[in-house]
Nanobody
Framework: QVQLVESGGGLAQPGGSLRLSCAASGFTFSSYAMSWARQAPGKGLEWVSGIYSDGSDTYYADSVKGRFTISRDNAKNTLYLQMNSLKPEDTALYYC??????????WGQGTQVTVSS
C-alpha cells in the first residue's frame, strides 16, 4: 500500500523559502519516478515538478522553473522540493505523488504552503 506523507509546509513571506519533504513507504521508492503537484484555492491541480527514479533527470513547470528544485534521497525513501523566491501565487496545497503521471492511490494528503506578507 503506497503511503506518502508530506511535511514542511507553512507560512512564508514573498521572496522567502520553504523546503517540502515527502516520506514514502509501501513500495520500492528507488524504482519509481516521483512528482510534486499543487492545487491553489479555487483552481485545478497543477503539476509542478518531476524526477527520475535515480535523480538523473528533473522536470519543472514554467511557473516554478529557476525557483524550485526537486531532489530525492533513495536511501531515506524521501522526496524533497526546495522552494525559493516564493510568490503569493505559489500559495497552494502541495502533494507528492508516485510516478510522473500519477494514478489513483498514488498521492499523499498534501501540505499547505501560504505565501503572504
Amino acid at each position: 500500500q503506497v503511503q506518502l506523507v508530506e511535511s514542511g509546509g507553512g507560512l512564508a513571506q514573498p521572496g522567502g523559502s520553504l523546503r517540502l519533504s515527502c516520506a514514502a513507504s509501501g513500495f520500492t521508492f528507488s524504482s519509481y519516478a516521483m512528482s510534486w503537484a499543487r492545487q491553489a484555492p479555487g483552481k485545478g491541480l497543477e503539476w509542478v515538478s518531476g524526477i527520475y527514479s535515480d535523480g538523473s533527470d528533473t522536470y519543472y513547470a514554467d511557473s516554478v522553473k529557476g525557483r524550485f528544485t526537486i531532489s530525492r534521497d533513495n536511501a531515506k525513501n524521501t522526496l524533497y522540493l526546495q522552494m525559493n523566491s516564493l510568490k503569493p501565487e505559489d500559495t497552494a496545497l502541495y502533494y507528492c505523488a508516485k510516478g510522473l503521471v500519477p494514478g489513483p492511490g498514488s498521492w499523499g494528503q498534501g501540505t499547505q504552503v501560504t505565501v503572504s506578507s
